[in-house]
């Protein structure tokens, strides 16, 4: 039943990966330049209010909407995994889902931290140079993750495409 639509759920999987990676990319290539490049109490304070913004409704559908859909491409893989395309389904699944799992095991608690910080603390400035830093470099790893995942999805799709061509049709 499922393997009926296979293609279109791993279409928008592909493309609720990419659209994640683009955010993060976004993140990486200019926003987090542009904060770091401010005072550091005004980088910090900026920060704060971009991850007090960042989940809205409309992100956390992407992000979690996609997550969702990998896990079922995910299950239907693993229960049809001769089926062409399969393998690359999982493993552009299994990407985009570590870089979800990054997200909650190391941003989410970093983003929470930075929250407490006063940015007119004495020690604030070296708080949010470490927390840049740092924050950056994995988000940069989720970002590839995203982006990886979705290439490999599109990757399963034209296996799958190919085979189908290839494939005798069924009489009737």
Known sequence: ?????LPALTLITAVGAAVVGGVFFAFSAFVMTALRRLPPDQGLAAMQSVNRQAP????????????????????A??????????????????????GVLLT??????????????????ADAAGSWLEYAGAWTAW??????????????????????????????TPAG
């Open 1 to 5: 039943m499922i393997s009926r639509f």
């Open 56 to 75: 809205t409704a409309a992100l956390m559908l992407v992000m979690f909407g996609t997550a969702a859909a990998c896990a079922v491409l995910g299950v």
């Open 77 to 98: 893989s693993v229960r049809d995994a001769h089926a062409p395309g399969a393998w690359y389904r999982l493993a552009g699944t299994a990407l985009y889902l570590l």
């Open 104 to 121: 909650i095991a190391y941003h989410v608690p970093h983003n929470d931290a930075l929250a407490r910080v006063d940015p007119t603390a």
């Open 139 to 168: 988000n940069h790893v989720r970002a590839l993750l995203s982006v990886a995942g979705a290439i490999v999805l599109v990757i399963a799709m034209r296996v799958g495409d190919r085979a189908a061509a290839v494939l005798p």
